[in-house]
């Protein structure tokens, strides 16, 4: 009977050593698998004008470079362009005329810079990353952050256009008007990226809401709530009313959901779906909010999802680049 026992005993043992085997031998086939698969390098950005962007950003991504130098030069393009009024020069105004500026940046080892309502200076993104990597601190704002960029030799120079200048003493004579809710609006370009070594980093700028009250701050300078980047999981960016956005942290929250297994796309949905919530809860109406999030993980999977239609992202991968609408609760 003993040696039956033993027997059974060690056959037991041997069935899960065996199986303990099989398991690990799977599970490093399944990360050779996975690592086969990573869609490296990319680049996603907001908005149409993210096509733009995208290929500054993919001269860097294409040569080798890192993700942070990718997305800064990439969002660069846009914060010069005076046709985009909602990013950098040409931005449109505060309801006082003056064009404030927000941006952040984010890299894989978890440094990060941000500047708030910073006039004159066309480069938020890049005194973002000097505020990174010059200074102690995470944020500079308002004059300080003037300061700061011209003792680092950035120019200040007007940066409200002629047309933009044209609409804002337009909206003067009716301050109640209200712009359409998606690009037209409000928009910042968020760019993230995966470089060739697997690193991914990330950007946001913008001009903020038009006629909003000055020193109004929203989400795109904020980390953790217009973009956020973990090197292990991914990297999220959002757009549109950034008072919505800091209120659930969305962009970190889209990482943690992707930390815990969801898809970029799905959590993103259930970021949109968290703000939708809140704003009914409050009993505020939902249709002149916009909220849109984009998400990358560690594999170049991507997703997107948004409140309303209208809202589309520009994806450049080594199969090129192109312009995605985003998906949508409200159709």
Known sequence: MSNRRNFIKNLGALSLLLGTSKLDLNAQNSKKSRATKVNKPIVLSTWDFGIEANKGAWE???????????????????????????????????????????????????????????????????????????????????????????????????????????????WLKDTNYQLPINIENHDTIGMIALDAHGNLSGACTTSGMAYKMHG?????????????????????????????????????LVVELMRQGYSPENACKEAVNRIIKLTQSRKKDLKNIQVGFIA????????????????????????????????????
């Not at 956020?228 to 962009?251: F, K, L, P, Q």
């Not at 594999?299 to 949508?328: M, W």
């Open 60 to 170: 860097v991504l294409n040569n080798n470079g890192t993700a942070l130098d990718a997305v800064e030069k990439g969002v660069r393009i846009v914060e010069a362009d005076p046709n985009e009024r909602s990013v950098g020069y040409g931005g449109r105004p505060d309801r006082d005329g003056i064009v404030t500026l927000d941006a952040c940046i984010m890299d894989d080892k978890a440094n990060i810079g941000s500047v708030a309502s910073l006039e004159n200076i066309k480069h938020p993104i890049s005194v973002a990353r000097k505020v990174m990597e010059d200074t102690p601190h995470v944020m500079l704002v308002g004059d300080g952050a003037l300061q700061f960029a011209l003792e680092k030799g950035f120019k200040k120079e007007n940066l409200l256009t002629d047309i933009s200048e044209k609409e804002w003493k337009e």
């Open 216 to 252: 109004r701050v929203g989400d795109s300078p904020i980390i953790g709530a217009g973009l956020y980047v973990d090197n292990e999981i991914g990297a999220v960016t959002a757009t549109g009313h950034g008072e919505e956005v800091i209120r659930i942290a969305g962009s970190h």
């Open 296 to 331: 990358i993980n560690k594999q170049g999977e991507y997703g997107s999802y948004c409140i309303h239609p209208g809202f589309n992202f520009a994806v450049y991968d080594q199969t090129g680049n192109r312009l995605i609408n985003g998906k949508s609760i409200t159709k």
